[in-house]
C-alpha cells in the first residue's frame, strides 16, 4: 500500500492474528511519521533528536567512534562530554555522567551491507550480525561501554524475519505470530 501523498510502501504485518499496515521503521526515522499532523497551526516543531551516551572514558570513546565507527568529532568539552556525528547522525559522549552505560539507539542508513563490512574491516563489536525484520533490515554495533547502536535500513522483501537479540543477551524467535525466548 501507499501511504498518501509520500510515496512510501507500507508494509502489511501480522498483530494479534489481523493483517496490518504500517511503515517500517526505516521510512519513519527518514521521514517523520508518515501519520498525523501537527496538533495546531503554528506549533514549535521538533528538529531532532540527539541522543547522549554515558561512557567511562571520553577519549578511550572518542577514538572509539572515530577510528572504528567512522564518526567525526564536531566539538568536545575534554573529560566531560562531546559530540560525534556521521552523515546526518549526531551522538553526544558523556563521561561518567547522564544516563546509564547500555543504552539504545535506532540509527537509519541506506544500506547495511557495505556498512557490515566496513565494520568488520575496522574491528568493530558486532553484537548481532545483519537481521531482517518487517520493520528493517539491521544490524547491532556495540561501543567499548556497552552502549547498542541499532543501525537499520529498509527490509528486505522475501527474506524470511530473523531472530531477535534482546538486551540480555538473549536470542528470540517469532513463530505463528508469537515470540518465544530460543532455548
Partial sequence: MTEAGTGETRRKTESDGEDEERPTLAQTARMGHPVGEARKAG???????????????????IEYYVKVLGFKVDWQDPRIIASVSRGRCHIMLCEGDQGHAGGWVW????????????????????RHAPTNYWW????????????????????KDGVPM??????????????????????
Fill in 43 to 61: 506549533a514549535i516543531e521538533f528538529e531532532g533528536v540527539t541522543p547522549i551516551l554515558r561512557v567511562g572514558s571520553l577519549a578511550a570513546s
Fill in 136 to 155: 528493517a533490515y539491521e544490524i547491532q554495533i556495540e561501543d567499548i561501554d556497552g552502549n547498542v547502536l541499532r543501525i537499520g535500513a529498509e527490509p
Fill in 107 to 126: 540509527i537509519g542508513v541506506e544500506a547495511i551491507e557495505p556498512l557490515f563490512e566496513e565494520y568488520r574491516a575496522a574491528g568493530a563489536k558486532v
Fill in 162 to 183: 530473523g531472530e531477535w537479540l534482546d538486551a540480555r543477551g538473549d536470542v528470540w524467535v517469532k513463530s505463528a505470530g508469537e515470540w518465544a525466548r530460543k532455548k
